[in-house]
């Protein structure tokens, strides 16, 4: 049974920075790794992913700010978010799933979840 654990969440202003952590993936398992976020009242949603053949995909809202990547040496996938908006305010959450392609975006294609991490954006 997989076991993944999220880091890096905390408070920042408006066009900081921050880097989430996600522990416990191990590249070779897993077809698809991805980051998700929800916030208070809204439905979970996909914010960026990385396959098994290097592709990356990204919601067109983080699009050229956020930044997915793994270090296969430590089991660890990244996001990597730069210039925070007041709408990035969520708990993100990373998964893995066994297959690839297809709908990334989409919560139900994952089995394997982390607790999550709360980022905060003030403006």
């Known amino acids: 049974q997989a076991q993944l654990t999220e880091s890096g969440g905390g408070s920042v202003k408006a066009g900081g920075s921050l880097t989430l952590s996600c522990a416990g993936v191990?590249?070779?398992?897993?077809?698809?790794l991805g980051w998700f976020r929800q916030a208070p009242g809204s439905e979970r949603e996909g914010v960026a992913a990385l396959e098994t053949d290097g592709t990356t995909k990204y919601a067109d809202s983080v699009q050229g700010r956020f930044t997915i990547s793994q270090d296969n040496a430590k089991n660890t996938v990244y996001l990597q978010m730069n210039s925070l908006k007041p709408e990035d305010t969520a708990m993100y959450y990373c998964?893995?799933?066994?297959?690839?392609?297809?709908?990334?975006?989409?919560?139900?294609?994952?089995?394997?979840w982390g607790q999550g991490t709360q980022v905060t954006v003030s403006s």
């Open positions: 998964a893995a799933r066994p297959s690839y392609g297809g709908r990334w975006y989409d919560p139900s294609w994952y089995d394997y």
């Open positions: 191990s590249g070779y398992l897993y077809g698809s």
